[in-house]
């Protein structure tokens, strides 16, 4: 009876080096009601205090729909969003859904990665993307107003944040630290990030979260381009 179902995936990458992982809902019951989802999943939908901490994943290719549902919520989905799509598709199911029940351990979708897809260019237009795809979280948070994820939307859009200024890095460390530094630079000074790095609520950092988040509220160009390119490089 529930009106979604959701899975996991498998992430393969067909580089021997990098070790096949699951990706499944951070959710420990089966089934959860309208009031248990208020109670036990909307506070940890989006973030749960980690870094990339999201209780919903938002892919759609894990979830089984009730068509109702999809039918009277589709409306939400703005053609804006070209990064987050999946996101805002499966936010506005959940916040609609009388009942969802979660398959733990099952993960059908196995998605392949290649090396094309891990060492291609950098793509400034990013923030922009993911800024919008934050507007439109948000407008879909305050038409259902059950919940108030603004802390949550706030903290997941830092994480992408600090996620693209790592592509800022690596992508362009053939062609030096000050090309790659005039990209950091506009992530580290735009307004929103700013905010968001003054107002996030994550408290289940690591230590080397905690750093980088340091290097980008100080604008430390160098220690985090640094930092990047020796831990984090692909």
Not at 43 to 72: D, H, W
Not at 96 to 119: C, E, L, Q, R, W
Request: aromatic letters at 14%; a positive charge.
């Amino acid at each position: 009876d529930a009106e979604i179902v959701c899975c996991g995936i498998r992430h393969v990458y067909e580089d021997a080096d990098h070790e096949e992982w699951d990706d499944e809902m951070q959710l420990d019951k089966d089934n959860y009601s309208e009031k248990e989802m208020l109670q036990n999943v909307y506070p940890v939908m989006i973030n749960n205090g980690k870094f990339m901490g999201r209780g919903l994943q938002p892919n759609r290719v894990s979830k089984i729909v009730k068509r109702e549902l999809v039918q009277k919520n589709m409306w939400l989905c703005d053609s804006e969003v070209t990064v987050g799509e999946d996101y805002q598709f499966s936010l506005a199911m959940f916040l609609d859904a009388k009942n969802i029940s979660v398959i733990h351990g099952f993960t059908p979708y196995f998605y392949y990665m290649h090396k094309k897809s891990m060492t291609g260019v950098f793509h400034p237009e990013y923030l922009e993307q993911i800024k919008i795809m934050k507007r439109h979280l948000l407008r879909i948070s305050d038409y259902y107003g059950k919940y108030n994820f603004e802390e949550q939307i706030t903290n997941d859009f830092l994480c992408l944040t600090v996620l693209h200024l790592k592509e800022a890095a690596v992508r362009n460390r053939h062609s030096g630290y000050r090309n790659a530094r005039k990209f950091m630079k506009v992530i580290c000074t735009d307004q929103e990030v700013v905010r968001a790095l003054q107002r996030h609520t994550m408290h289940r950092l690591t230590m080397a979260e905690r750093l980088y988040l340091f290097f980008m509220k100080k604008r430390f160009y160098l220690m985090a381009y640094v930092a990047v390119n020796l831990y984090f490089r692909q």
